[in-house]
């Protein structure tokens, strides 16, 4: 049963890293389950500690990762317009794919300002991208954690199953 669990953390772990830049796949939740695996074999040095704090650190990176494009409308100059459209526009993506996960909310930003305001188009795209920005930066959040947590798996795989 070791050897199986074993295989999936690993295999969990690097889909969770592919996760991370493929909006499509929830990566670090991919991650924090091959760590999940690794706690149930028998040779795992991984204490209860750790799994409660990269549970808690997965659960903080997935909300932010929805929480981001608002937050980051605002940081742009956005109205609380261009904040709801790029929450919408978060939600709305997922009916279309990976392009619309990435796209959705610049598009519900910018059209959410222009429905308040549509004299001011430069703060409009200031607002849209700054929602846009927010994919990269949650982006690059999610791939450190579940980097971190690969590794991990992968440190005690390698140094304890061997």
């Not at 939600?91 to 794919?97: P, S, T």
């Given at each position: 049963?070791?050897?199986?669990?074993?295989?999936?953390?690993?295999?969990?772990?690097?889909?969770?890293?592919?996760?991370?830049?493929?909006?499509?796949l929830?990566?670090?939740?991919?991650?924090?389950?091959?760590?999940?695996?690794?706690?149930?074999?028998?040779?795992?040095?991984?204490?209860?500690?750790?799994?409660?704090?990269?549970?808690?650190?997965?659960?903080i990176?997935?909300?932010?990762?929805?929480?981001?494009?608002?937050?980051?409308t605002?940081?742009?100059?956005?109205?609380?317009?261009?904040?709801?459209?790029?929450?919408?526009?978060?939600?709305?993506?997922?009916?279309?794919?990976?392009?619309?996960?990435?796209?959705?909310?610049?598009?519900?930003?910018?059209?959410?300002?222009?429905?308040?305001?549509?004299?001011?188009?430069?703060?409009?795209?200031?607002?849209?991208?700054?929602?846009?920005?927010?994919?990269?930066?949650?982006?690059?959040?999610?791939?450190?954690?579940?980097?971190?947590?690969?590794?991990?798996?992968?440190?005690?795989?390698?140094?304890?199953?061997?």
């Amino acid at each position: 049963m070791d050897t199986l669990l074993s295989i999936l953390a690993v295999l969990f772990g690097v889909v969770g890293c592919v996760g991370c830049i493929v909006p499509v796949l929830p990566g670090v939740a991919l991650a924090y389950a091959g760590y999940l695996c690794l706690y149930f074999c028998t040779y795992s040095e991984i204490s209860v500690a750790w799994l409660v704090v990269f549970g808690v650190l997965t659960l903080i990176v997935s909300v932010l990762d929805y929480l981001l494009p608002s937050y980051m409308t605002k940081k742009f100059g956005g109205s609380k317009a261009g904040e709801r459209g790029a929450m919408a526009g978060v939600l709305g993506g997922f009916l279309f794919g990976p392009i619309g996960i990435i796209v959705g909310p610049f598009v519900g930003a910018v059209l959410g300002e222009l429905i308040f305001d549509n004299s001011d188009k430069q703060r409009a795209l200031r607002s849209g991208f700054g929602s846009f920005l927010s994919f990269f930066v949650g982006t690059g959040i999610k791939l450190a954690l579940s980097l971190w947590l690969t590794v991990e798996i992968c440190i005690d795989v390698f140094k304890n199953a061997f």
